[in-house]
C-alpha cells in the first residue's frame, strides 16, 4: 500500500491532494429495518480488521516519511440498503469479487445461517421490510508535501 501512495503523491498535480476512504476498525453489522424500527442487528461473522491495520499503518508511513500532510479525517456511517437478503449476498459478492484469499468454511456456515434467520425475519415482517449492511468508514484529505 505505502508504494500505491508514493505513486499518487508522484501523480498528483502540484495542488492536488489524497482523498483516502477506507473501512474503520470496528465491526460490520447486519440490520433488518421496518420502517424506522430496528427488527434485527447482528455483526457480520466474517468481520476482520487486518485490512483496515495495513491501511491504517501504510498513511502513518507517508506522513512519518514526509511525503503527506494529513489537512482533514473524520469518520462516517456507510448503510447498504436492500429489499431483500437475495439482493444483499449479490452485493457483497461483487465487492469480493476479486478477494481470492481462501474462504474460512466455518464463516461461510455462519454467513448462511445468518442469511436463513434474516430472510425469515424478513418475512414475518412483510411489506416494507428492508435489510441493510452498515459499516463505519473513514475519510482523509491528505495534501503532498513538495520536495525541494
Same mark, same amino acid.
Given at each position: 500500500?505505502? =508504494?500505491?501512495?508514493?505513486?499518487?503523491?508522484?501523480?498528483?498535480?502540484?495542488?492536488?491532494?489524497?482523498?483516502?476512504? =477506507?473501512?474503520? #476498525?470496528?465491526?460490520? $453489522?447486519?440490520?433488518?429495518?421496518? #420502517?424506522?424500527?430496528?427488527?434485527?442487528?447482528?455483526? !457480520?461473522?466474517? $468481520?476482520?480488521?487486518?485490512?483496515?491495520?495495513?491501511?491504517?499503518?501504510?498513511?502513518?508511513?507517508?506522513?512519518?516519511?514526509?511525503?503527506?500532510?494529513?489537512?482533514? *479525517?473524520?469518520? $462516517?456511517?456507510?448503510?447498504?440498503?436492500?429489499?431483500?437478503? !437475495?439482493?444483499?449476498?449479490?452485493?457483497?459478492?461483487?465487492? !469480493?469479487?476479486?478477494?481470492?484469499?481462501?474462504?474460512?468454511?466455518?464463516?461461510?456456515?455462519?454467513?448462511?445461517?445468518? $442469511? =436463513?434467520?434474516?430472510? *425469515?425475519?424478513?418475512?414475518?415482517? #412483510?411489506? #416494507?421490510?428492508?435489510?441493510?449492511? =452498515?459499516?463505519?468508514?473513514?475519510?482523509?484529505?491528505?495534501?503532498?508535501?513538495?520536495?525541494?
Amino acid at each position: 500500500m505505502v =508504494h500505491a501512495l508514493e505513486e499518487i503523491r508522484r501523480l498528483l498535480k502540484p495542488d492536488g491532494c489524497l482523498i483516502d476512504i =477506507h473501512p474503520a #476498525g470496528e465491526a460490520k $453489522f447486519i440490520k433488518v429495518y421496518q #420502517g424506522r424500527d430496528i427488527l434485527f442487528a447482528e455483526p !457480520d461473522p466474517g $468481520f476482520s480488521d487486518e485490512g483496515v491495520k495495513q491501511a491504517e499503518d501504510a498513511l502513518a508511513q507517508i506522513v512519518q516519511r514526509g511525503l503527506f500532510v494529513m489537512e482533514l *479525517e473524520s469518520e $462516517f456511517d456507510l448503510p447498504i440498503y436492500s429489499s431483500s437478503i !437475495d439482493e444483499l449476498v449479490k452485493f457483497l459478492e461483487e465487492i !469480493d469479487a476479486y478477494d481470492d484469499s481462501p474462504k474460512d468454511k466455518t464463516v461461510e456456515a455462519r454467513m448462511t445461517e445468518l $442469511f =436463513h434467520r434474516i430472510n *425469515e425475519i424478513m418475512k414475518a415482517a #412483510g411489506e #416494507g421490510a428492508e435489510v441493510a449492511y =452498515h459499516e463505519r468508514a473513514r475519510i482523509t484529505r491528505l495534501k503532498p508535501i513538495l520536495q525541494r
